[in-house]
Nanobody, 124 residues
Framework: QVQLVESGGGLVQAGGSLRLSCAAS????????MSWFRRVPGKEREFVAF????????AYGDSVKGRFTISRDVAKNTVYLQMNSLKPEDTAVYFC?????????????????WGQGTQITVSS
């Protein structure tokens, strides 16, 4: 099993920045890729960003491209999400997820392990 713990959430004003961290523990050698998703009450989880563990290749959801950056620290088994130019519509619970193998990176069912989530609130 793999355990994921997010941190770094909080309240920020529009235009501000935050950095989320997701620390993985357990059988981390099984991780092929990790992603960030977010969820607004009453809506499905939305894909935010993806990173492949082996080579660091990345992908982003359209709503965050150019503002968010995903990165990883292999030695620390940690993934980060740097969020800049935050907007009120970025308000959500953010989850990190890990997959042992993946085809469609935006599909939540492709991920085997999930963190508990961390709240981000962007005030206008």
């Amino acid at each position: 099993q793999v355990q994921l713990v997010e941190s770094g959430g909080g309240l920020v004003q529009a235009g501000g920045s935050l950095r989320l961290s997701c620390a993985a523990s357990g059988r981390t050698f099984r991780i092929y890729a990790m992603s960030w998703f977010r969820r607004v009450p009453g809506k499905e989880r939305e894909f935010v960003a993806f990173i492949r563990w082996s080579d660091g290749s990345t992908a982003y959801g359209d709503s965050v491209k150019g503002r968010f950056t995903i990165s990883r620290d292999v030695a620390k088994n940690t993934v980060y999400l740097q969020m800049n130019s935050l907007k009120p519509e970025d308000t959500a619970v953010y989850f990190c997820a890990a997959s042992r193998s993946i085809v469609v990176i935006t599909r939540t069912s492709e991920y085997d392990f999930w963190g508990q989530g961390t709240q981000i609130t962007v005030s206008s």
